[in-house]
């Protein structure tokens, strides 16, 4: 069952069509070491309900960091910390039903929010990851809603440093070095600080690019916060073993060229 969220991470597929999946590719079998039952949608779905409900994916996600820390990846001193959208569907705007709440059956998103970013306005939820310099492979998430500031998250552990874009301005953290960049006027010395925390957060972007562009991460049909956070707990292992696989790819070839 982990492994079938962990396919349903790397290609952004709804239940019913990782059901239909499994059941017409070889190789999506083979993955699952060829199951006499092939659980349905359902099935699926009810056990992320029970991953969502208890402390297991966090055992799931700490299994995974483990086996990675196993292989001694090359790393940088510091983390870096970003946000970004995960977009969902409003809904109708007239569902027909009074007093709506968490268990009433309607089309309209329960847990999501309207928030603004320049001109902009996104309905959805807020994905905050932590990714280790160097790596590039993401250590945290968490999942909030839309309009929750980005600041009110912080991922960082005290013996850190963390790096982090101007959104974060005025934000303290639990790191020991707190490396933001400023917004506003700033004077000469604070414009260089803020362009050599440029280059080394730079890095923050390449795993939200991949996740949403490669794993279409970026978008969601789930309506409650709970279970979209264990869904974005599989995109992202996704993400983690296939920059894995890249990491030791590059070690392979450097090694064989030296």
Known sequence: MVK???????YGISDEELEF??????SFRNFLNFPENIPDFSTTWRFREDLADKDTIDKVWAEIHRQISEKNVQVKEGVIQDASFIIAEPGKKNSGMQDRGRDAKTSRSKDETWTKKGKKSYFGFNRHIKVRRGSKITEEIAVTTAKTFDGAIDLA?????IYRDRDYTGVNTKAKGNDTMKRGSLDVYLKLRTKRIMKKRAEGEHPIATIER??????TRLITIYRVFAQQVFVCIAYKLHRLRFLLNIHSFRSIKC
């Open 4 to 10: 079938l969220l962990f396919l349903q991470g790397c």
């Open 21 to 26: 999946q499994v059941n017409d590719r070889i």
């Open 157 to 161: 552990k005290p013996d850190e440093i």
């Open 214 to 219: 490669c794993l279409n991460g970026g978008k």
